[in-house]
């Protein structure tokens, strides 16, 4: 038998943990939550908010956040849709920071996106808004917790701030010194530990669903930030699509478990507690970031 | 002037944070600490404590940590000596996880390594221990700080265990389910979001002191835990040194900063609340695995 670390990624979770666990008695494993998952335990994502990046070695599938950016999610649609990110490469690929792609040289012309955008840094706090909360205390943020499946910091007072937090995966607009703030012209995905620090200091526009890989396996940049240092080290984009725009053979039916249901609690607990037979101390702690949101693909495409 | 997120990796951090600041009354940024650092703020690695991992891409540097696993550090030198790992593959690389090499297939002989270790997850707590706190609240310890240049968890009360995170670039010790412990003839680097679950649940032996991204950029692997699923996909490892076997002419010279200095207190500090102009809301707060620590080469070895 191999000697493994037997959890993080869930679908190979799911492998190593169905073995054990014997005892009835004890809490579930998240392989025994994600079981007894129900088709309402899931969600399909509006096809208007998911951004395809093509890359040579695949697709990388992103899911855009309109309730935290309004504005720059709809200039990146635009830029999609006017084919302004086919051929640009991804230019920087920063070791345990970021990889960033689009119009970094800043040749490339646009006949409808924007080039100055309102501030979207931040989503004011309202007791309408549906926040999941996360128990666990946060080193960054007073709470946190997930709105509309993105993870979130929250600040009810003095600020009234909900914002999302810098996790691996999360999808960034680029930008130079305030004030500017970005078009979405160039855009990063963080392929590292969760840089926090960048919360609240740039605009936020979604997360990566599949394909992180694609990105976070790229070789490192040797140039100052992580940028190639020559142009034929970067990466050209193939195409990118908003899915919508795609005839159905050309999507991918993907399915985002959902973040406001009893099974999604049960499931962080499963995280914050490790019951499988490979752990001897569970941490009896989680941290928003840690909690990686399940994804599968499912055989028809949705109605 | 391309848009950038200006920090991060230190090195580029120095040449974006070196820009701005022209108000003196600012704490210093990270650049102007780093630009302050003397001689006796930066350590030599014993030799003795360095494996080198030579692989097809290049050299990855790890700095071994005897007074975490004393027994498995040996038994790592061990292997080593015996050439081990020479032609071993890298055969498991999960995303946002970690990269694992080494005896995967248990097939190869060792001629006086132990293939039995004690266990090793913890060090005593002691008032003598060396550490350096860090002050900012921690969610999966009581406290955290650095030992002998290592990031760790303290629990004073009850347990009295002192033991080092789990970080990007910790060098761990695969093993099966407990009461495997592993020996050291399967390794792993943290190539994603510190999983700090496994803190004392595994035996860590060290951490990355250069080179990571050789192992971060590899191409995942598509089999269960990130394995992969065919031989031709692994990376084979050329060769393993402890630096002390090699000639002062096949070592590399590095440098690593001290962490129980006034100016690593800066350094941390110029983290905590970045102060270059490209951050509009210093965070505030930072944590153990967000603090990378600063690696140099020098021109010449050492003495």
Redesign the interface.
């Known amino acids: 038998?191999?000697?493994?670390?037997?959890?993080?990624?869930l679908?190979?979770a799911s492998?190593?943990l169905a073995i054990?666990n014997s005892n009835r008695d004890k809490p579930p494993t998240t392989a025994q939550v994600m079981e007894s998952a129900q088709p309402s335990d899931w969600r399909r994502p509006d096809p208007e908010n998911l951004l395809y990046l093509d890359l040579p070695a695949g697709r990388v599938i992103i899911e855009l956040a309109p309730r935290f950016a309004r504005a720059h999610v709809a200039n990146i649609r635009t830029l999609t849709r006017e084919k302004f990110f086919d051929g640009l490469p991804v230019a920087?690929?920063?070791?345990?920071?970021?990889a960033?792609w689009g119009d970094?040289?800043?040749i490339r012309q646009t006949e409808s996106a924007l080039r100055k955008l309102p501030e979207e840094?931040i989503v004011p706090w309202s007791k309408a808004l549906p926040i999941v909360k996360l128990p666990?205390?946060?080193?960054?943020a007073p709470e946190t917790g997930w709105l509309d499946g993105f993870p979130v910091g929250i600040e009810r007072k003095p600020s009234g701030q909900v914002w999302m937090t810098h996790?691996?995966?999360t999808l960034?607009v680029?930008?130079?010194?305030?004030p500017?703030n970005?078009s979405g012209?160039?855009l990063?995905v963080v392929i590292?530990?969760?840089?926090?620090?960048?919360?609240?200091?740039?605009v936020v526009a979604g997360r990566v669903l599949r394909g992180?890989?694609l990105l976070?396996?790229?070789?490192?940049g040797t140039g100052?930030?992580?940028?190639y240092e020559k142009p034929e080290q970067r990466t050209a984009i193939r195409a990118a699509h908003i899915a919508a725009d795609l005839p159905e053979s050309g999507r991918v039916a993907l399915e985002v478990l959902r973040t406001d249901t009893p099974l999604f609690a049960r499931y962080v607990e499963s995280?914050r507690n490790?019951r499988d037979?490979?752990?001897?101390?569970?941490?009896g702690?989680?941290?928003v970031?840690?909690i990686?949101i399940p994804v599968r693909e499912v055989a028809t495409p949705g109605p």
Chains 1, 2 share one sequence.
Request: charged content about 25%.
């Open positions: 038998m191999r000697a493994v670390l037997a959890i993080a990624g679908l190979g492998v190593a054990g920087r690929v920063q070791d345990n920071f970021v960033q970094t040289d800043k840094l666990d205390a946060d080193g960054y996790c691996y995966g960034g680029g930008r130079d010194n305030w500017d970005g012209a160039e990063y590292g530990n969760a840089p926090r620090q960048l919360d609240r200091n740039i992180v890989e976070s396996s790229l070789p490192r100052a930030l992580g940028f995280r490790r037979d490979w752990y001897l101390v569970p941490a702690h989680t941290d970031c840690a990686s």
